[in-house]
């Protein structure tokens, strides 16, 4: 039966194929793959929770050391991203617990345009913008940054699991071992917080809009 799952998941999810590949076969070109496909996008989720580059690069890598390790008990049950993802979860938590202190998560506007644009708008560049727009860029970046810091370790993941890899409730609580309802409370205090910490800074360019109880 167990066979018959890993077989049917494979042929929807060529990541798992290749992983398969890797634990019946010790294909090194395969798992060679799946470090392509997965790297960059590890160390930059990596990097937006732990804040540093060189770290994220190191847990990324440990990662893969792991995946390679177990790969003999690997048994597909969910999508192979998935499963790479609580891995990364797992490692990233453990880091910040180690390390016994909330670090500053950077928010780098090349690295995804994703969180960039949705908090506000006002964060894209604009080549065309008079000098004061530039500073204004700058303030709001900074003040996004100690935003996101301010959530706590798992509001944060969730925030960057959602907004880097566009991952939905369900699958946020599979690598995060929470429940769908759990995922989306913590998204819910998180933007809040977030809200709340941008209100004053998102009408810098403009005023802004009038009371409620005004005509």
């Known amino acids: 039966m167990t066979g018959q799952t890993s077989a049917m998941m494979a042929v929807r999810d060529p990541d798992i194929r290749l992983m398969l590949r890797v634990r019946d076969r010790d294909d090194q070109a395969a798992f060679g793959d799946l470090v392509e496909r997965y790297q960059h996008r590890l160390v930059g989720i990596m990097h937006h929770i732990v804040g540093t580059k060189e770290e994220a690069e190191d847990l990324a890598q440990e990662v893969f050391l792991?995946?390679?390790?177990?790969r003999k008990k690997y048994t597909p049950k969910a999508k192979f991203s998935t499963w790479l993802f609580t891995i990364a979860n797992n490692l990233a938590l453990n880091a910040l617990r180690d390390r016994g202190r909330r670090k500053q998560l950077p928010l780098e506007l090349r690295d995804s345009g994703s969180l960039a644009a949705r908090p506000g708008v006002a964060l894209a560049s604009h080549r065309d913008a008079p000098p004061q727009h530039g500073v204004q860029q700058e303030e709001l970046a900074d003040v996004v940054r100690r935003a996101l810091d301010d959530l706590n370790e798992r509001q944060r993941v969730a925030v960057v699991l959602n907004k880097f890899e566009d991952m939905g409730y369900a699958e946020i609580a599979d690598v995060m071992g929470l429940t769908s309802k759990a995922v989306k409370s913590l998204l819910c205090?998180?933007?809040?917080?977030?809200?709340?910490?941008?209100q004053p800074y998102i009408y810098m360019d403009r005023e802004p809009p009038p009371p409620a109880d005004e005509d």
């Open 66 to 70: 792991r995946v390679f390790r177990t």
């Open 189 to 198: 205090r998180a933007r809040e917080r977030l809200r709340e910490v941008l």
